[in-house]
């Protein structure tokens, strides 16, 4: 039955990825159903018309033979099954889409920040990430919240999808059946970014998450500044916007920067030094280089004095030709 | 009876698509009712969100309806109800045929519409005055700022107004938080609740949605008048009044609805 | 209740009362630009809303390809990724304001209605042409709007990104905004036609399916358009005078406004789809020459998706974040409005057992519609079903479904319904053969378009996206070549269509051997409709039409076929 692509176990079919959380089972039983519900009503209605079409043509001489006009018991019948059988579908969906939206008592919270265009995964600890990293032997809840427009958080492994609104939080919970690497989509239309703001959930095996979480926690007593800067700008948006190797994006590239002269918007020019990018993160608005639009976040509150230093000490270590840049 | 007769009619006012003047007038009283339905849902609309904020931010209808004036909301919903009569009555002259009654009456109540426009006039100028605007241009100072607040640093976000107790701060700037007060504890000494400026984004959609229906309203009896004064109306033919006071009445009604929900809220 | 005698004695027929291209009809009654720009005559609007809708349709199937094609790689392959994101909104919004929703009910409704009535005209002459001027100050707004730097929102407008991005927002809303009112004044003047203009004997029992379609799809554009036209104001009053009621920063609420969105924009969908139905079920009954099985389950069901129409909406937005009490309601709700649409295609299906099938061309496209409106049909459920609908919500699956049934649907149908009234419409046979090459190739390439995307939307391909992961790859390209192929069929369409205007056979009164009114009068019709009375039979007595070989086309007995 490879078309209906129907699977046992997890491996992935024609029709789904392979089902990785706990909660994907029971979401992939109700999709098969319908497919094989959606399979017999459609071959019996194509497979009905084409007898007719074929068995009833029109031939020469001949009209159209008698038959009723209606049928009260067939038509109550035709359309009381299919009311059972959809009312039914009903209740399966809801019934498993009630355990979806019910994260258990004990599940591990992280929240979620999606701006344009990225995450942002905020741990209990108060580490800051751009990859979802997740104990695999326990319920994960996230709580989400955007800083500009609506997005989605879509992993399509665990089944599960959340909208995340500015001005208020949602929640999506999940239990991974294993540890591995699994996709996450952005699934709100948000912009010129939108088809690039993806990200992942690390699932690691039991006992690993907390290591994990302790070494990431502890970049900036553990690397030098350049180095951390170099992670800060991976795991905190930078490196959505800013390229570190001169290729252009929506914003300029690191490449060369501090110390560079540059154009700005409304005609004045200036050096990009220490203070300029600093105020370049705090206050994004405020001078911006022309060719660019302002479409920058604020990281104030969200970047502490010590990771901006380590930041800069990054973005110096990237040389290059002056005014390589767009 | 037929539909196709191809020979006059003697009535120039039967459309020749219409097999008599009974069904070309049902036709448009039907059709003018379902005009005012599809106006109902226009306003639904705004009637829905009203309903929406109440539900979730009570506060802020009970704080903000204090700006709005009782007396002049009354006066005027007073001067819509006697205009409605007026209307009423010059339908009623427009069947009788009393052209002089009718073209009196019609003129009444444009007048009176204008009396409406009027008010709202003031009491909108009032609005400006005072910074009751809606969304972003909400600056209305609610009472004088406690000493002991020391403002934060310049906020880029453009919808702060600099140093305003009563307006709120941009949305989350971190996973941590939501709308930030933008001064703490503010609030709580001066009862002053967060978006305030959300009631009057309602009332000015609402009335001023209505105003621009008032004005069409007018425009409209205008056009009416005008025919009237020619004499164009009479037992025989009087559908665009009757029609034009089915469009009026519900502008009136619908200035009824608003009144209560949004002047007299307890 | 005896059928009015016609004044012409039985038997004798006349070239005029056929075809009527040699001699006085509606388009040469009166001659020049200006008397077709201020005609009142419902045929001439019926024809200027034709040619506009369908350059509409090209538009948005131009902005089609061109997104299919930027598809064919994962990354760049033509164009810029927020000339993309203009692309998807332009193809949305065009397609489905400018094109599909007036579709129908204006370019045939406004045709056939009243003729179906043996009447002269609809109910307001006057307000019909204006309609028709709305609608293309709405497509000059929304022209404006392309042309002073488009719209990237995607067509659905959401807050806060549509309040806040820079491209040409408010000229669209606007647009759409005078759109709706040029829908609301069609859906005003057909139901008013409706209800006091039948002929004496047509009860609302006898009236054709197609009128039932018409007049369901009526009431939904009076009642629901206006809440579309609030929520497109308070868009640009945020735009322009910053009100807040949308904007979380101001306190406003982001999901309100999917709330007003949706609740005219799902009803909106069966504007699209019922009067296509109402032309499945004149096709059928023709082209099976049979009477129609179950009209009153057929009519019922009508005005019940019209009903429940309003009451689902929420569909769209199972994971925005509305109450699950509300998701329980809306899921409940929509799985019951499945059921009379369902009903429909059993009815169809039942029509031609024991019919007498002809595979003329209109009845291609209806048979097409079968095939594709069940499968659009049946892919609803999954979005139905809350479970199901949080994996599959904004991927392409809903791409697919959505096409399935408004394309594989709404313009199987009107494809359907042209084809079947375009000799009335213009007194001229198009080429059968291409008919039917045109109507297999569109066939064919929908599926390969479409099929693929309900996959990719299954394995977690997202939609509105401009990169995609390669791993999706080969279900963009084959839907990309399927696309080539749609435009391909629709191509041939337009170039035979235009060929018969010139070259094509002359249409008798009745080719194809319908029941209803408009097929007593010559093709095409005089100014007035209907030079001799119209005998108002029932709409599906077809049997009473023979094929009349002299004549060229179906004449009426005399004997009604059950006699």
């Known amino acids: 039955m490879g078309f209906l692509g129907i699977q046992g176990g997890g491996g992935g079919g024609f029709w789904l990825p392979r089902a990785a959380s706990t909660g994907a089972g029971p979401v992939d039983a109700l999709f098969y159903f319908i497919l094989a519900i959606s399979v017999v009503f459609f071959a019996l209605i194509v497979g009905l018309m084409i007898l007719?079409?074929?068995?009833?043509?029109?031939?020469?001489?001949?009209?159209?033979?008698?038959?009723?006009?209606?049928?009260?018991?067939?038509?109550?019948?035709?359309?009381?099954?299919?009311?059972?059988?959809?009312?039914?579908?009903?209740?399966?969906?809801?019934?498993?889409?009630?355990?979806?939206?019910?994260?258990?008592?004990?599940?591990?919270?992280?929240?979620v920040t999606a701006q344009k265009w990225s995450w942002l995964y905020t741990y209990p600890n108060g580490h800051v990430d751009d990859v979802l990293h997740v104990p695999g032997d326990r319920p994960v809840k996230l709580v989400m919240t955007s800083e500009d427009v609506i997005h989605s958080y879509f992993v399509p492994a665990f089944r599960v999808k959340r909208d995340v609104v500015p001005g208020r939080y949602s929640t999506l919970w999940f239990e991974a059946l294993e540890p591995g690497e699994y996709q996450v989509y952005c699934t709100e239309y948000c912009g010129t970014g939108h088809s690039d703001m993806l990200?992942?959930?690390?699932?690691?095996?039991?006992?690993?998450?907390?290591?994990?979480?302790e070494d990431a926690s502890n970049l900036l007593n553990t690397l030098p500044p350049a180095e951390a800067g170099e992670r800060l700008y991976r795991s905190r948006g930078c490196i959505q916007c800013h390229s570190m190797d001169g290729a252009a994006g929506i914003g300029p590239t690191f490449r060369g920067l501090v110390g560079s002269q540059r154009p700005m918007r409304g005609g004045a020019t200036l050096v990009a030094d220490e203070n300029y990018i600093r105020e370049s993160i705090l206050e994004p608005q405020a001078r911006i280089v022309a060719g660019f639009e302002p479409v920058m976040p604020t990281y104030k509150g969200r970047l502490k004095d010590e990771e901006i230093t380590a930041l800069i000490a990054f973005m110096k270590s990237l040389k290059g030709e002056k005014g390589e840049d767009q | 009876m037929s539909q196709t007769t191809p020979h006059?009619?003697?009535?120039?006012?039967?459309?020749?698509?219409?097999?008599?003047?009974?069904?070309?007038?049902?036709?448009?009283?039907?059709?003018?009712?379902?005009?005012?339905?599809?106006?109902?849902?226009?306003?639904?609309?705004?009637?829905?969100?009203?309903?929406?904020?109440?539900?979730?931010?009570?506060?802020?209808?009970?704080?903000?309806?204090?700006?709005?004036?009782?007396?002049?909301?009354?006066?005027?919903?007073?001067?819509?109800?006697?205009?409605?009569?007026?209307?009423?009555?010059?339908?009623?002259?427009?069947?009788?045929?009393?052209?002089?009654?009718?073209?009196?009456?019609?003129?009444?109540?444009?007048?009176?519409?204008?009396?409406?426009?009027?008010?709202?006039?003031?009491?909108?100028?009032?609005?400006?005055?005072?910074?009751?605007?809606?969304?972003?241009?909400?600056?209305?100072?609610?009472?004088?700022?406690?000493a002991a607040a020391a403002p934060a640093a310049p906020d880029p976000a453009p919808v702060a107004a600099a140093g305003d107790s009563s307006v709120i701060a941009p949305a989350a700037r971190g996973p941590a938080g939501l709308a930030s007060p933008a001064v703490p504890g503010q609030e709580e000494t001066h009862k002053v609740p967060r978006n305030v400026q959300i009631f009057f984004g309602i009332y000015f959609s609402m009335t001023g949605l209505h105003a621009i229906h008032v004005i069409a309203g007018m425009i409209t009896l205008m056009w009416i008048l005008r025919r009237a004064a020619r004499g164009e109306f009479g037992p025989r033919y009087f559908t665009p009044v009757d029609l034009a006071g089915l469009y009026w009445h519900l502008v009136d009604l619908i200035w009824i609805y608003l009144f209560p929900l949004l002047y007299l809220i307890h | 209740m005896t059928a009015q005698h016609a004044t012409q004695p039985a038997g004798v027929t006349s070239a005029s009362t056929e075809n009527a291209l040699g001699g006085e009809n509606y388009l040469n009654h009166g001659r020049g630009l200006w008397s077709w720009l201020t005609t009142l005559d419902h045929k001439r609007i019926g024809i200027m809303y034709l040619v506009s809708i369908l350059t509409a349709f090209l538009l948005g199937g131009v902005f089609a390809l061109l997104l299919r094609t930027e598809l064919l790689t994962p990354q760049q392959t033509i164009m810029k990724p927020d000339t993309y994101n203009q692309m998807f909104t332009l193809h949305g919004a065009v397609m489905i304001f400018l094109f599909i929703i007036p579709g129908i009910p204006a370019a045939l409704g406004n045709f056939v209605l009243p003729l179906m009535l043996g009447a002269k005209d609809v109910a307001f002459p006057r307000l019909n042409l204006a309609s028709y001027y709305l609608w293309v100050t709405g497509a000059l707004f929304a022209l404006v709007s392309i042309i002073t730097g488009a719209v990237d929102t995607g067509w659905t407008f959401y807050t806060p990104y549509s309040t806040t991005t820079s491209t040409s927002v408010i000229s669209m809303v606007f647009g759409a905004f005078i759109l709706g009112f040029s829908s609301i004044f069609t859906g005003l003047n057909f139901v008013v036609t409706i209800h006091k203009m039948r002929p004496p004997g047509m009860t609302w029992f006898r009236m054709p399916l197609f009128l039932w379609g018409l007049y369901g799809t009526a009431i939904i554009q009076i009642l629901a358009t206006p809440v579309l036209g609030i929520t497109l104001l308070l868009i640009i009053a945020e735009r322009v005078l910053g009100v807040g009621i949308f904007d979380p920063a101001l306190g406003g609420d982001p999901v309100l406004f999917q709330h007003f969105f949706w609740f005219y924009s799902h009803p909106a969908v069966y504007i699209m789809i019922l009067p296509a139905m109402g032309v499945i079920s004149e096709l059928m009954a023709t082209f099976s020459r049979k009477r129609i099985f179950g009209y009153a389950a057929i009519a019922g069901s009508s005005i019940a998706i019209a009903v429940i129409s309003f009451l689902v909406w929420g569909h769209h937005m199972f994971v925005s974040g509305q109450s699950?009490?509300?998701?329980?309601?809306?899921?409940?709700?929509?799985?019951?409005?499945?059921?009379?649409?369902?009903?429909?295609?059993?009815?169809?299906?039942?029509?031609?057992?024991?019919?007498?099938?002809?595979?003329?061309?209109?009845?291609?496209?209806?048979?097409?519609?079968?095939?594709?409106?069940?499968?659009?049909?049946?892919?609803?459920?999954?979005?139905?079903?809350?479970?199901?609908?949080?994996?599959?919500?904004?991927?392409?699956?809903?791409?697919?479904?959505?096409?399935?049934?408004?394309?594989?649907?709404?313009?199987?149908?009107?494809?359907?319904?042209?084809?079947?009234?375009?000799?009335?419409?213009?007194?001229?046979?198009?080429?059968?053969?291409?008919?039917?090459?045109?109507?297999?190739?569109?066939?064919?390439?929908?599926?390969?378009?479409?099929?693929?995307?309900?996959?990719?939307?299954?394995?977690?391909?997202?939609?509105?996206?401009?990169?995609?992961?390669?791993?999706?790859?080969?279900?963009?390209?084959?839907?990309?070549?399927?696309?080539?192929?749609?435009?391909?069929?629709?191509?041939?369409?337009?170039?035979?269509?235009?060929?018969?205007?010139?070259?094509?056979?002359?249409?008798?009164?009745?080719?194809?051997?319908?029941?209803?009114?408009?097929?007593?009068?010559?093709?095409?019709?005089?100014?007035?409709?209907f030079s001799r009375e119209p005998v108002v039979d029932d709409p599906y007595d077809v049997e009473r039409w023979r094929w009349d070989e002299a004549l060229g086309g179906y004449r009426r007995q005399e004997q009604p076929a059950s006699a």
């Open chain 1, 52 to 111: 007719f079409v074929v068995r009833y043509r029109r031939r020469a001489g001949q009209g159209p033979l008698a038959s009723p006009a209606h049928n009260t018991p067939l038509e109550i019948t035709w359309s009381v099954i299919p009311l059972a059988i959809v009312i039914g579908i009903f209740a399966w969906g809801f019934k498993v889409f009630m355990d979806l939206a019910t994260a258990p008592a004990n599940a591990y919270e992280v929240q």
């Open chain 3, 324 to 529: 699950n009490l509300a998701g329980m309601i809306f899921s409940f709700l929509t799985f019951l409005v499945a059921i009379p649409s369902a009903i429909k295609v059993f009815n169809w299906t039942a029509t031609m057992y024991k019919g007498s099938v002809w595979l003329a061309t209109p009845m291609l496209y209806a048979l097409s519609f079968l095939f594709l409106f069940g499968i659009g049909g049946l892919t609803g459920l999954f979005l139905g079903a809350l479970a199901t609908d949080v994996h599959l919500h904004d991927t392409y699956f809903v791409v697919a479904h959505f096409h399935y049934v408004m394309f594989g649907g709404t313009v199987m149908g009107f494809l359907g319904g042209l084809h079947y009234w375009w000799p009335k419409m213009f007194g001229r046979m198009y080429s059968e053969r291409w008919g039917r090459v045109a109507a297999l190739l569109i066939f064919v390439g929908f599926n390969v378009t479409f099929f693929a995307q309900f996959v990719m939307g299954s394995q977690g391909m997202p939609r509105r996206y401009y990169n995609y992961l390669p791993e999706f790859t080969p279900y963009h390209v084959i839907s990309t070549v399927g696309s080539y192929l749609l435009g391909f069929g629709f191509l041939i369409v337009l170039v035979y269509l235009i060929h018969s205007l010139v070259k094509g056979q002359p249409a008798p009164a009745n080719p194809w051997g319908g029941a209803t009114l408009e097929w007593q009068t010559p093709s095409p019709p005089p100014h007035d409709n």
């Open chain 1, 199 to 213: 990200s992942k959930v690390v699932v690691h095996p039991p006992g690993e998450f907390e290591k994990w979480l």
């Open chain 2, 8 to 146: 006059a009619h003697h009535d120039p006012h039967l459309a020749h698509h219409f097999p008599d003047a009974g069904t070309q007038f049902e036709a448009g009283k039907l059709g003018m009712w379902i005009f005012l339905a599809t106006e109902i849902l226009l306003f639904g609309g705004l009637f829905c969100a009203y309903a929406v904020y109440r539900a979730n931010h009570p506060e802020i209808f009970i704080y903000a309806h204090q700006f709005l004036d009782k007396v002049l909301g009354g006066i005027n919903t007073a001067v819509l109800i006697v205009s409605s009569l007026t209307m009423a009555w010059a339908v009623r002259a427009a069947q009788l045929g009393h052209q002089r009654a009718l073209v009196r009456l019609l003129t009444a109540t444009i007048a009176l519409g204008f009396v409406f426009l009027g008010i709202k006039y003031v009491e909108y100028e009032h609005k400006w005055k005072e910074g009751l605007l809606p969304g972003k241009r909400f600056t209305h100072q609610a009472a004088p700022p406690p």
